[in-house]
């Protein structure tokens, strides 16, 4: 392949950007994932550090400012420039180590298949390095966009129950980083190499996972106005729930499960909002799982998650608020710079220390409220706690009808084979699912409609090997990546 000019790269750069953007929902067509990692490989042939950076920025930030375009429905453009231009510098500093290993990687390995095997696994290493990185820091890190996750309907989704998160983002990574350093070595044959790479990633049986039985699960989807913009009276969406679950009254249910803030008034505060829990729970025979706002005298405010009956059985607080949006890090810091946004965040959510694993009705459930669904390390900590099943509780009603809901229930599908548990991912608005531990949609409620799902649930006790060996999995990959980078650094240019 050749080099291009830097003034070709950059428009590159950008189709890379588009093309990685249209693996994810709403295009969700996986294969671009794999053209956009090849087109920036491409456009980092010959560059340096630092037009290397410059070009990753640009690819970065047509990615994540499109990706996350859903941000400025309601906050307007400082936010998503915000967080999108943040993640491009850090998507572009990745891509200037990609860079170096590229150009002087060939030095460092410069047989063959030093250069087609070695050379190509440290790059997919620096790839997947870089959104681990990203996934925890700062502020506990943004773990979205990542290359696995757009493989959820991909024939390469089962490997996730083998490899985990980071081993699927570097399954494709290699992938694409194999085709570009076959065509550097400009000899077609060797184009067997990355197809049966390929063939054999597909051809990966799947887990098997056994179903220890099931439960009868009732998911309620209000379609309240439940945003930050567009609400209505204080006990309005707690209303809608109870309206959405009355009618299943004399059904053979297990457990209910509304989204997160389905009891906008907190039950543990207000005598009618826990008689009207307590009220459904009788009529339904079946605790409740409801999101609401909680608070201590200490004056401490959580995202919670109840587990109601005839009173509170068990309380999760949300362990990772997000920042910028349930707590304001810094605040008066960036205060100074955008003083309205900031003072929207008019309350600091706590960090939980509640266990994200309930007893309900004796089965062990995993619980992630919005954004928790992303967090890897929950998920690991779901599985260590014995979870059968996870509810995965959200409000996506500030982002309308955008394609954030089907991002996140893409990531939800993605964890639901991650982890061999079967995920009830409900929604205040939609798009809610219940998900199958193969990663089936067993039922589904479209966006912005009233509805509820009853189905018996599979169960499942069954330890994925990602689950098991998913850590040792992300740190040797990353392990490689900081080796390989320094056995190239420590070479001297001829």
């Not at 067997?192 to 699960?217: K, M, Q, Y």
């Not at 109601?308 to 910028?324: C, E, M, R, T």
């Not at 991650?418 to 039922?443: H, K, Q, W, Y």
């Not at 009233?450 to 069954?462: E, Q, R, Y």
Request: aromatic share 10%.
């Amino acid at each position: 392949m050749k080099k291009l000019t830097f003034w070709l790269s950059l428009p590159l750069a950008v189709i890379s950007g588009f093309a990685l953007q249209g693996a994810f929902p709403a295009t969700n067509f996986w294969p671009l994932a794999f053209v956009g990692v090849f087109l920036l490989l491409w456009a980092l042939l010959g560059r340096g550090f630092w037009t290397g950076f410059i070009i990753g920025t640009v690819a970065g930030a047509t990615f994540w400012l499109s990706l996350i375009n859903w941000l400025t429905l309601y906050l307007g453009p400082v936010p998503w420039l915000a967080l999108g231009i943040l993640q491009a510098i850090f998507f572009g500093f990745g891509a200037a180590l990609i860079g170096l290993a590229i150009n002087r990687g060939p030095l460092r390995w410069p047989s063959r298949w030093g250069r087609l095997g070695i050379l190509s696994i440290v790059i997919a290493s620096i790839w997947t390095l870089r959104e681990s990185i990203t996934s925890v820091w700062p502020y506990g890190g943004f773990s979205w966009g990542k290359l696995a996750q757009s493989q959820s309907e991909s024939p390469l989704s089962h490997d996730v129950a083998w490899v985990g998160t980071a081993g699927l983002s570097f399954i494709v990574a290699l992938s694409a980083t194999l085709v570009f350093q076959v065509l550097r070595e400009k000899k077609r044959s060797l184009l067997v190499v990355p197809i049966l790479f390929f063939v054999v990633a597909i051809a990966v049986p799947p887990v098997e996972i056994s179903i220890s039985g099931t439960t009868n699960v009732l998911a309620v989807q209000g379609n309240s106005k439940a945003g930050l913009f567009d609400h209505g009276q204080p006990g309005d969406i707690l209303q809608d729930h109870v309206t959405g679950s009355l009618p299943y009254a004399g059904e053979d249910i297990d457990m209910v499960v509304w989204p997160e803030n389905a009891s906008d008034v907190d039950p543990l505060q207000s005598e009618l909002a826990a008689l009207m829990l307590t009220t459904v729970s009788k009529k339904l025979d079946a605790p409740i799982v409801a999101g609401t706002i909680t608070n201590t005298k200490a004056g401490e405010y959580f995202n919670s998650s109840l587990v109601w009956s005839n009173g509170l059985d068990a309380q999760y607080d949300k362990i990772h608020p997000v920042p910028f949006a349930e707590y304001m890090p810094n605040r008066e810091l960036w205060r100074t710079f955008q003083p309205d946004l900031v003072d929207l965040v008019t309350r600091d959510y706590s960090f939980g220390k509640r266990p994200n694993v309930v007893d309900i009705n004796g089965v062990l459930a995993g619980v992630a409220i919005c954004f928790d669904i992303t967090d890897d390390q929950q998920a690991y900590q779901m599985i260590d706690g014995g979870a059968q099943i996870i509810l995965a509780q959200t409000n996506n009603a500030d982002f309308g009808k955008t394609s954030e809901n089907l991002q996140q229930l893409a990531i939800a599908r993605l964890r639901a084979i991650e982890t061999g548990r079967s995920v009830v991912n409900i929604s205040t608005v939609g798009t809610s699912a219940i998900i199958s531990p193969s990663g089936e949609t067993l039922d589904s409620i479209p966006a912005y409609q009233p509805g509820a799902m009853l189905d018996a649930v599979p169960l499942s006790s069954s330890v994925t090997p990602a689950m098991q060996f998913g850590r040792v999995i992300e740190w040797s990959i990353g392990a490689i990546a900081l080796v390989g980078l320094l056995l190239i650094l420590l070479r001297r240019k001829p």
